[in-house]
């Protein structure tokens, strides 16, 4: 009887021990085998990246050659010296009056805080470092979304073919990086704000930690919340940063507010139907225009001056027109409300709406040097929550799985 109750309780543990191998949850070889590049003898402890969240992040850059990045911002000069960014007495000012470029400038902004040295007294939430072997994660300055928009945008011109072999030369490189196989790229950080920034090569990088305004494009298996970060695209229209009137809702006199495409190149019916229903109120505007320059700056002015922004859909569910407003201490709205809904909305409860803004709109600010709380260093905050997925994936991986142990028995 005892006898029978040995071997099933043996025959049950042999099932669990097969059962385990098979799904990756034991880890035979990191016992008994040595990894040649020791990349799955990660420690199993947490790291101070998750049990000390004050310690800047440390982000190992990589040195890629100009026309993978600022060279793209020289728009006039026509290139130039292709030798790598390495101070930020290098990194030239991001140029005004540049259009919407600038709401897909994350990538800059994110070099650009890992080039300076902080000042004295100065909290960031990552930092550069120039010893690969102790880098926590890694970051990638290839902008490809200015490279979209610099050499693709037309998306069929010859210029969309340098955009397409800038995404080559960056893969041929990371591939041949022994951090990049070590880790299969799920340590490093790769921005991708414009929809079609990366579009032709993206599956090759998509176990990386993309830095996305939204998902519109993605498909699941190149990106996901669980892995990626989603950023706010860069505001177009200028800070207000001396909103103290006394009663703000009776100087702002316009109701709603709305500046921009009101024709979709893809035929979208809800913009037309909304101009012809916004159409002979006298204080709502509903104005067609185009990003230039000049029209940036009515759409400051008129943001300022409204009670509510207007915020229709853009190319994707996000757009720039959401975070204009927030630092325009305009209170935004998705078109579900009519204009006689606002016209009865309590002026307190505006104010206390217009409050909230204020007091948050400085998360949404990209500037160099980085401040406390701001849209880049809280950026850096969501990579580094991250990182404990992308580690343990990077382990799972690496583990013994029964098709390698097989085949290393034949």
Not at 172 to 184: A, E, I, N, P, V
Request: some cysteine; aromatic content about 10%; hydrophobic content about 35%.
């Amino acid at each position: 009887m005892y006898g029978k109750a040995i071997v099933s309780l043996a025959f049950i543990i042999l099932l669990l021990i097969s059962f385990s191998l098979f799904i990756g949850t034991v880890d035979i070889r990191s016992y008994f085998f040595a990894s040649p590049d020791g990349a799955h003898n990660l420690p199993c402890t947490p790291t101070h990246t998750q049990s000390s969240p004050s310690v800047p992040l440390k982000v190992y850059m990589y040195d890629l050659p100009r026309r993978f990045n600022i060279g793209m911002m020289q728009w006039k000069k026509g290139g130039g010296d292709d030798t790598p960014v390495r101070t930020a007495e290098e990194l030239p000012r991001w140029p005004v009056n540049v259009g919407v470029r600038k709401q897909h400038s994350v990538e800059y902004w994110l070099m650009a805080s890992l080039l300076g040295s902080g000042g004295e007294g100065e909290e960031r939430e990552a930092v550069r470092v120039l010893d690969p072997e102790i880098a926590e994660a890694y970051f990638v300055p290839f902008f490809s979304s200015l490279s979209f928009n610099t050499h693709g945008r037309n998306m069929t011109d010859p210029e969309t073919e340098k955009d397409r072999q800038l995404q080559v030369d960056l893969i041929d490189f990371l591939q041949k990086s022994k951090y990049w196989q070590r880790s299969g790229g799920r340590d490093h950080v790769i921005p991708m704000t414009h929809p079609n920034a990366f579009r032709f090569l993206r599956q090759l990088v998509n176990a990386s930690i993309l830095i996305v305004a939204d998902f519109g494009r993605y498909p699941k298996s190149l990106s996901t919340l669980s892995k990626d970060v989603v950023s706010p695209y860069v505001h177009n229209v200028d800070s207000f940063k001396d909103d103290d009137l006394l009663d703000p809702f009776e100087s702002r006199k316009t109701l709603l507010f709305f500046r921009g495409n009101t024709v979709r190149k893809d035929k979208g019916k809800v913009r037309a139907k909304l101009e012809k229903i916004l159409a002979g109120y006298d204080d709502v505007r509903y104005e067609r225009s185009s990003p230039t320059a000049e029209a940036i700056q009515a759409s400051t002015q008129g943001m300022r001056s409204s009670k509510f922004c207007l915020h229709p859909a853009g190319d994707t569910p996000s757009s720039c027109r959401l975070f204009d407003a927030i630092v325009s201490h305009c209170v935004p709205v998705i078109p579900d409300y009519l204009v006689n809904q606002l016209r009865k909305f309590p002026k307190d409860r505006w104010i206390e709406m217009w409050r909230q803004l204020k007091k948050i709109s400085h998360h949404f600010e990209f500037q160099y040097p980085p401040v406390k709380e701001d849209a880049v260093n809280l950026l850096w905050r969501q990579v580094k929550n991250k990182l404990p997925g992308a580690q343990l994936a990077v382990h799972r991986n690496h583990r013994l799985k029964v098709p390698d142990w097989w085949q290393r028995r034949r």
